[in-house]
């Protein structure tokens, strides 16, 4: 094997251990982001951030972290870090003989393979990419060191932007950037959720006074046919009071003269046929008090 090969081969199997290595670092950053040591790291961090009215907006440390900040900065969430990945990848592929320049361990196609797959790590190589594809500039703050510059280049018809990173190498074997907010916006949208919560009381208090008026309106009907109620009751017992007044008028006794102008005995006139009028007047009045109304 010549000597060419062999100083080849050793690079390709330094970039795999290290590319190794690096894996099981980002699988780790999880665990990490949960830890007290990186919560003070982010408060430090913060607190040094503060002074240029800025502030770390964390995002999931599992290898994509890169493109992940990039996203929330550019869409104003994590959701599309594939789709920054592919434009890197594709940047990468069209300017073979300017990044290949970056690396030299490691074939650049077989390092673009790599590259494509979710969960790999991207770094300044793939910051440079995308500056480039975008046309967008990068800040990079790092804790307790000055932050890096990256200018993008004007791109035709796209609007030049700045997307402000942070970069956390508190413990040299964790690596993990994140996105870098202003507190103005962190404001702002504290003073959207304010006025969500307002909008949300006034649609419960009105709510609650429409079921109020239902439930107040529900008791008037109530009220209102309870006393209907009431007033056919004191009606029907008028009127039983009355028929059993002219009843009491009308009574006369069975030998006494009958009322019609006939001479006879009550008995042998018409007492048969009051009788049966005071029941069919006594049985319809039973009917309607039993009668159903639809």
């Known amino acids: 094997m010549s000597s060419k090969n062999r100083n080849k081969n050793k690079k390709q199997n330094k970039y795999e251990e290290q590319n190794s290595k690096d894996k ?32 770390i907006k964390d995002v999931e440390g599992d290898g994509n972290c890169l493109f992940r900040s990039i996203s929330d900065q550019l869409d104003g969430n994590e959701e599309y870090h594939a789709y920054y990945r592919k434009i890197v990848v594709e940047q990468i592929k069209s300017n073979q003989d300017f990044f290949k320049n970056f690396i030299y361990d490691i074939e650049l196609d077989k390092y673009v393979k790599e590259m494509q797959n979710i969960g790999t790590w991207g770094g300044n190589m793939e910051i440079q990419a995308i500056s480039q594809a975008l046309g967008h500039n990068f800040i990079i703050y790092t804790k307790n060191r000055p932050f890096m510059v990256i200018k993008g280049v004007s791109v035709k018809g796209i609007t030049k932007k700045t997307i402000q990173l942070a970069y956390h190498y508190e413990d040299k074997e964790e690596l993990h950037y994140s996105s870098i907010r202003n507190i103005s916006e962190l404001n702002v949208q504290q003073e959207l959720k304010n006025q969500a919560i307002e909008i ?42 009355k028929i059993e007044e002219n009843q009491n008028e009308n009574k006369i006794g069975r030998n006494q003269k009958c009322l019609c102008g006939s001479r006879k005995a009550y008995k042998k006139c018409c007492m048969f046929k009051d009788s049966q009028n005071i029941k069919q007047e006594q049985n319809k009045e039973k009917l309607q008090k039993q009668a159903i109304f639809i």
């Not at 529900?218 to 309870?226: A, G, I, M, P, Y």
């Open 200 to 241: 949300l009381i006034q649609q419960l208090n009105e709510e609650d006074n429409k079921t109020k008026n239902i439930q107040n309106q529900n008791n008037r009907n109530k009220v209102e046919k309870q006393e209907q109620d009431e007033l056919k009751q004191t009606e029907s017992q008028i009127k039983d009071l």
């Open 24 to 55: 099981k670092r980002h699988k780790n950053t999880k665990k990490v982001q949960n830890s007290p040591e990186y919560q003070k790291h982010l408060k430090e961090f913060n607190e040094q951030l503060s002074e240029y009215n800025l502030y």
